[in-house]
Protein backbone atom coordinates (compact mmCIF):
# COMPACT_ATOMS: atom_id res chain seq x y z
CA UNK A 1 0.00 0.00 0.00
CA UNK A 2 0.98 3.53 -0.38
CA UNK A 3 2.21 5.43 2.44
CA UNK A 4 -0.55 8.30 2.22
CA UNK A 5 -1.83 9.56 5.68
CA UNK A 6 -4.44 12.08 6.15
CA UNK A 7 -5.24 13.68 9.33
CA UNK A 8 -7.12 14.49 11.26
CA UNK A 9 -9.67 11.49 10.04
CA UNK A 10 -12.65 13.34 11.79
CA UNK A 11 -13.54 17.10 12.73
CA UNK A 12 -16.63 18.54 13.26
CA UNK A 13 -15.87 22.06 13.79
CA UNK A 14 -18.27 25.34 13.70
CA UNK A 15 -19.18 27.99 11.06
CA UNK A 16 -16.93 30.68 10.33
CA UNK A 17 -13.58 28.29 11.80
CA UNK A 18 -10.64 27.80 10.13
CA UNK A 19 -9.68 24.38 9.22
CA UNK A 20 -6.45 22.99 8.03
CA UNK A 21 -6.28 18.75 6.80
CA UNK A 22 -3.23 17.39 6.48
CA UNK A 23 -2.20 15.11 3.62
CA UNK A 24 1.55 12.85 4.43
CA UNK A 25 3.19 11.10 1.91
CA UNK A 26 6.30 8.91 1.86
CA UNK A 27 6.16 8.18 -1.56
CA UNK A 28 8.23 11.11 -2.82
CA UNK A 29 5.65 11.31 -5.99
CA UNK A 30 5.37 14.83 -7.76
CA UNK A 31 1.45 15.10 -7.88
CA UNK A 32 -0.87 15.71 -4.53
CA UNK A 33 -4.54 16.38 -5.46
CA UNK A 34 -7.37 17.07 -3.00
CA UNK A 35 -10.82 15.54 -3.54
CA UNK A 36 -14.13 16.23 -1.78
CA UNK A 37 -16.56 13.75 -1.92
CA UNK A 38 -20.41 14.03 -1.70
CA UNK A 39 -23.70 12.06 -2.33
CA UNK A 40 -24.55 11.98 -6.56
CA UNK A 41 -21.24 14.31 -7.33
CA UNK A 42 -18.71 11.59 -6.64
CA UNK A 43 -15.35 13.27 -6.43
CA UNK A 44 -14.72 16.57 -7.31
CA UNK A 45 -11.18 17.97 -7.31
CA UNK A 46 -10.52 20.94 -5.02
CA UNK A 47 -6.73 21.70 -6.03
CA UNK A 48 -3.74 19.56 -6.83
CA UNK A 49 0.33 20.32 -6.90
CA UNK A 50 2.35 19.29 -9.54
CA UNK A 51 5.62 20.12 -7.25
CA UNK A 52 7.06 22.23 -4.35
CA UNK A 53 5.31 25.58 -4.36
CA UNK A 54 3.42 24.89 -7.66
CA UNK A 55 -0.27 24.11 -7.23
CA UNK A 56 -3.61 24.80 -9.49
CA UNK A 57 -7.05 25.01 -8.57
CA UNK A 58 -9.65 22.37 -9.56
CA UNK A 59 -13.53 21.94 -10.34
CA UNK A 60 -14.51 23.07 -6.77
CA UNK A 61 -11.92 25.51 -5.45
CA UNK A 62 -14.01 28.21 -3.99
CA UNK A 63 -13.31 28.28 -0.25
CA UNK A 64 -10.43 26.81 -0.41
CA UNK A 65 -6.73 26.90 -0.21
CA UNK A 66 -3.64 24.87 -0.20
CA UNK A 67 -0.14 24.84 0.66
CA UNK A 68 2.81 22.43 -0.60
CA UNK A 69 5.99 23.38 1.01
CA UNK A 70 7.92 19.77 0.92
CA UNK A 71 7.18 17.39 -1.36
CA UNK A 72 5.67 14.61 1.14
CA UNK A 73 2.87 17.55 3.06
CA UNK A 74 0.12 18.84 1.42
CA UNK A 75 -2.40 21.46 3.29
CA UNK A 76 -5.63 22.34 2.47
CA UNK A 77 -7.00 24.95 4.32
CA UNK A 78 -11.00 26.12 4.68
CA UNK A 79 -10.49 29.47 5.51
CA UNK A 80 -13.88 30.26 7.33
CA UNK A 81 -15.88 27.01 7.11
CA UNK A 82 -19.25 26.75 6.11
CA UNK A 83 -22.10 24.14 6.42
CA UNK A 84 -21.73 23.18 2.64
CA UNK A 85 -18.13 22.11 3.11
CA UNK A 86 -19.28 19.03 5.07
CA UNK A 87 -18.05 16.54 3.20
CA UNK A 88 -15.36 13.61 3.04
CA UNK A 89 -11.75 14.64 2.06
CA UNK A 90 -9.88 12.52 0.07
CA UNK A 91 -5.82 13.02 -0.42
CA UNK A 92 -4.56 11.12 -3.65
CA UNK A 93 -1.17 10.85 -5.24
CA UNK A 94 0.22 9.56 -8.32
CA UNK A 95 4.24 10.20 -9.92
CA UNK A 96 2.65 11.64 -13.25
CA UNK A 97 3.79 11.23 -16.86
CA UNK A 98 4.79 7.23 -17.15
CA UNK A 99 2.62 5.99 -14.14
CA UNK A 100 -0.88 7.69 -14.12
CA UNK A 101 -2.45 5.39 -10.97
CA UNK A 102 -3.44 7.59 -8.03
CA UNK A 103 -3.20 6.22 -4.84
CA UNK A 104 -5.55 8.20 -2.10
CA UNK A 105 -5.74 8.14 1.41
CA UNK A 106 -8.28 7.01 3.74
CA UNK A 107 -10.04 9.85 3.97
CA UNK A 108 -11.14 13.21 6.26
CA UNK A 109 -14.70 12.97 7.37
CA UNK A 110 -15.53 16.85 8.40
CA UNK A 111 -18.95 17.89 9.59
CA UNK A 112 -19.10 21.67 9.79
CA UNK A 113 -21.98 22.60 12.34
CA UNK B 1 -13.58 19.52 -21.73
CA UNK B 2 -13.08 16.14 -19.96
CA UNK B 3 -16.00 14.62 -18.20
CA UNK B 4 -17.09 10.94 -17.17
CA UNK B 5 -20.85 9.48 -17.12
CA UNK B 6 -21.75 6.34 -15.57
CA UNK B 7 -24.65 4.66 -14.70
CA UNK B 8 -26.63 4.94 -11.81
CA UNK B 9 -26.94 2.86 -9.19
CA UNK B 10 -27.78 1.66 -6.79
CA UNK B 11 -27.17 -1.74 -8.54
CA UNK B 12 -28.48 -5.30 -6.47
CA UNK B 13 -27.34 -8.02 -8.17
CA UNK B 14 -27.00 -11.76 -6.62
CA UNK B 15 -24.20 -14.16 -6.26
CA UNK B 16 -23.08 -15.60 -9.23
CA UNK B 17 -25.15 -12.90 -11.64
CA UNK B 18 -23.08 -10.82 -14.35
CA UNK B 19 -22.24 -7.41 -14.27
CA UNK B 20 -22.29 -4.89 -16.24
CA UNK B 21 -21.53 -0.93 -15.27
CA UNK B 22 -21.73 1.45 -17.99
CA UNK B 23 -19.58 4.42 -18.23
CA UNK B 24 -18.98 6.86 -21.39
CA UNK B 25 -16.76 9.70 -21.54
CA UNK B 26 -15.73 12.82 -23.14
CA UNK B 27 -12.27 13.83 -23.30
CA UNK B 28 -10.46 16.78 -25.60
CA UNK B 29 -7.36 14.32 -26.42
CA UNK B 30 -6.41 10.90 -26.09
CA UNK B 31 -6.97 9.71 -22.28
CA UNK B 32 -6.21 7.31 -20.07
CA UNK B 33 -9.44 5.02 -18.64
CA UNK B 34 -9.81 3.99 -15.23
CA UNK B 35 -12.08 1.74 -12.95
CA UNK B 36 -11.62 2.64 -9.41
CA UNK B 37 -13.12 0.88 -6.69
CA UNK B 38 -14.32 2.05 -3.36
CA UNK B 39 -15.47 -0.65 0.16
CA UNK B 40 -17.09 0.75 3.25
CA UNK B 41 -14.81 3.39 5.41
CA UNK B 42 -12.33 3.16 2.62
CA UNK B 43 -10.38 5.31 0.17
CA UNK B 44 -10.32 4.34 -4.10
CA UNK B 45 -8.36 1.67 -4.95
CA UNK B 46 -7.79 1.14 -8.57
CA UNK B 47 -9.54 -2.01 -9.95
CA UNK B 48 -8.00 -1.91 -13.77
CA UNK B 49 -6.60 0.28 -16.20
CA UNK B 50 -6.85 1.01 -20.04
CA UNK B 51 -4.39 3.50 -22.05
CA UNK B 52 -5.13 3.23 -25.24
CA UNK B 53 -7.88 2.31 -27.40
CA UNK B 54 -9.34 -1.62 -27.83
CA UNK B 55 -7.15 -2.05 -24.71
CA UNK B 56 -8.77 -4.43 -22.54
CA UNK B 57 -7.78 -4.16 -18.66
CA UNK B 58 -8.66 -7.10 -16.18
CA UNK B 59 -7.96 -7.57 -12.67
CA UNK B 60 -10.00 -9.95 -10.04
CA UNK B 61 -12.77 -11.19 -12.84
CA UNK B 62 -13.49 -7.53 -13.71
CA UNK B 63 -12.64 -6.38 -17.49
CA UNK B 64 -13.65 -3.04 -19.09
CA UNK B 65 -12.58 -2.15 -22.81
CA UNK B 66 -11.32 1.40 -24.10
CA UNK B 67 -13.95 1.46 -27.27
CA UNK B 68 -13.04 5.23 -28.80
CA UNK B 69 -15.74 4.58 -31.62
CA UNK B 70 -18.54 4.68 -28.38
CA UNK B 71 -16.41 6.90 -26.25
CA UNK B 72 -17.28 3.92 -23.63
CA UNK B 73 -15.14 1.80 -21.00
CA UNK B 74 -18.01 -0.26 -19.55
CA UNK B 75 -16.95 -2.59 -16.47
CA UNK B 76 -17.98 -6.24 -16.27
CA UNK B 77 -17.51 -9.02 -14.26
CA UNK B 78 -19.03 -12.63 -15.22
CA UNK B 79 -20.15 -14.16 -11.24
CA UNK B 80 -20.38 -11.57 -8.94
CA UNK B 81 -19.21 -12.28 -5.18
CA UNK B 82 -20.74 -10.93 -2.20
CA UNK B 83 -17.30 -9.47 -1.97
CA UNK B 84 -17.73 -7.38 -4.87
CA UNK B 85 -19.64 -5.62 -3.08
CA UNK B 86 -18.49 -1.70 -3.00
CA UNK B 87 -19.24 1.75 -4.65
CA UNK B 88 -17.20 1.28 -8.32
CA UNK B 89 -15.95 4.87 -10.00
CA UNK B 90 -15.44 4.96 -13.67
CA UNK B 91 -12.03 7.76 -14.30
CA UNK B 92 -10.14 9.07 -17.00
CA UNK B 93 -6.74 11.07 -16.67
CA UNK B 94 -5.46 13.87 -19.44
CA UNK B 95 -1.74 14.26 -19.18
CA UNK B 96 -2.62 17.39 -21.34
CA UNK B 97 -4.46 19.07 -18.68
CA UNK B 98 -1.79 19.07 -15.92
CA UNK B 99 -1.90 14.96 -14.84
CA UNK B 100 -6.16 15.44 -13.88
CA UNK B 101 -8.16 12.86 -13.10
CA UNK B 102 -11.67 13.03 -14.00
CA UNK B 103 -14.40 10.79 -12.17
CA UNK B 104 -18.31 9.56 -12.60
CA UNK B 105 -20.47 9.89 -10.05
CA UNK B 106 -20.13 6.25 -8.95
CA UNK B 107 -21.96 3.17 -9.19
CA UNK B 108 -22.83 1.31 -5.31
CA UNK B 109 -22.85 -2.47 -6.06
CA UNK B 110 -24.65 -4.54 -3.21
CA UNK B 111 -24.18 -8.40 -4.09
CA UNK B 112 -26.61 -10.96 -2.11
CA UNK B 113 -26.28 -14.64 -1.23
Known amino acids: DAGITQSPRHKVTETGTPVTLRCHQT?????MYWYRQDPGHGLRLIHY???????DKGEVSDGYSVSRSKTEDFLLTLESATSSQTSVYFC????????????FGSGTQLSVL | GNSVTQMEGPVTLSEEAFLTINCTYTATGYPSLFWYVQYPGEGLQLLLK?????DKGSNKGFEATYRKETTSFHLEKGSVQVSDSAVYFC????????????FGTGTSLTVIP
Open chain 1, 49 to 55: SYGVKDT
Open chain 2, 91 to 102: ALSDLNTGNQFY
Open chain 1, 92 to 103: AISEGSTNEKLF
Open chain 2, 50 to 54: ATKAD
Open chain 1, 27 to 31: ENHRY
